[in-house]
């Protein structure tokens, strides 16, 4: 372990690999916090706590904190698209060169061979094509959930009362169990088929278990045995460092 003291309050610390920032602060219990900005990780502590104890926190904490950073690194990672020729954009799980067309006529996405056609006026803004696009991606989750939700509301014995697809930040999906109501992110459509398809089954045994108890684990496994794996794909390139299922 190494450490260099700062103004008395400040420590910073390196241990096994990760510098950890100590604040000193009238606090009965130590608090860690990833910053989602940087990926620095920082510790408030009681003013008289021994640096070792300290030590022996952030090494019971080493596993959760790299992959947090993990998380913030592949966030970092993921593109950031202006809407123009030849870049690549995810349809089903494939890679889609985007081919624009210019068309006085009313925009449209379509994919053919491999490429994501883009049909819009030359001189649209770059925003209004990145709202036709996304308009599309919910399109194609919402053509393909009707399928879904008939084919396992009679395996698992359930009756889904409404569906909407929407762009969500945290969340692949959600469901409200008491109203029978289901929700699903729009991001799916850019993920492999069985990605929507192990959502879609997550929020349908929601509505016979509401929680993630061990009752919920036994259902997913029993009815999707590969729902971990499909867990472990949807995480591993999402923008959110804290991606979540409800």
């Not at 999707?224 to 959110?240: I, M």
Request: glycine share 6%; proline share 6%; net charge positive.
């Amino acid at each position: 372990m190494r450490y260099r003291e700062g103004d008395g309050m400040g420590t910073q610390m390196e241990i096994g690999g990760i510098t950890v920032d100590v604040v000193r602060k009238k606090v009965k219990n130590m608090h860690l916090r990833v910053c989602r900005r940087t990926g620095r990780i920082g510790i408030s502590a009681p003013m008289r706590m021994p640096l070792s104890v300290i030590r022996l926190f952030v090494l019971s904490k080493q596993g959760w904190i790299k992959k947090q950073q993990a998380r913030l690194e592949a966030r970092e990672r993921m593109p950031v698209y202006a809407y123009r020729d030849q870049e690549v954009h995810q349809v089903w799980g494939e890679a889609h060169a985007l081919c624009l067309v210019d068309s006085e006529e009313a925009p449209s996405v379509r994919v053919e061979e491999l490429r994501m056609i883009l049909s819009v006026r030359a001189d649209t803004p770059f925003e209004q094509k990145k709202m036709i696009v996304e308009a599309w991606y919910r399109e194609l989750v919402e053509a393909a959930l009707p399928i879904l939700i008939r084919k396992w509301e009679p395996v698992l014995g359930v009756k889904v009362r409404g569906c909407t697809v929407r762009t969500m930040k945290t969340r692949w999906g959600s469901c409200t169990p008491r109203t029978g109501r289901i929700r699903i992110n729009t991001e799916l459509a850019k993920r492999p088929p069985e990605c929507l398809e192990y959502i879609v089954v997550h929020e349908l045994v929601h509505l016979m278990e509401p929680s993630h108890n061990q009752r919920f684990v036994g259902l997913m496994t029993q009815v999707y045995p590969q729902w971990k794996l499909c867990h472990a794909a949807l995480n591993r390139h999402s923008r959110s460092p804290h991606p979540g299922i409800g």
